[in-house]
């Protein structure tokens, strides 16, 4: 996919904080998910949230 190779080479470069958001984790590339360094992962909010 040209997409996630473009976003990949940027990945690569960038010296920032990136915050990802997706509510589809299980549909992220393998690649992108092995170059996140920190995840992450909660619940759905109940009501009180």
Not at 3 to 14: A, D, G, M, P, T
Request: aromatic residues 18%; positive net charge.
């Amino acid at each position: 996919n040209t997409l996630v190779s473009i976003f990949l080479r940027k990945l690569e470069y960038y010296k920032g904080i990136l915050f990802l958001t997706t509510n589809y984790i299980q549909s992220f590339n393998k690649v992108i998910i092995n170059r996140i360094y920190f995840i992450i992962k909660y619940g759905l909010l109940g009501e009180n949230a």
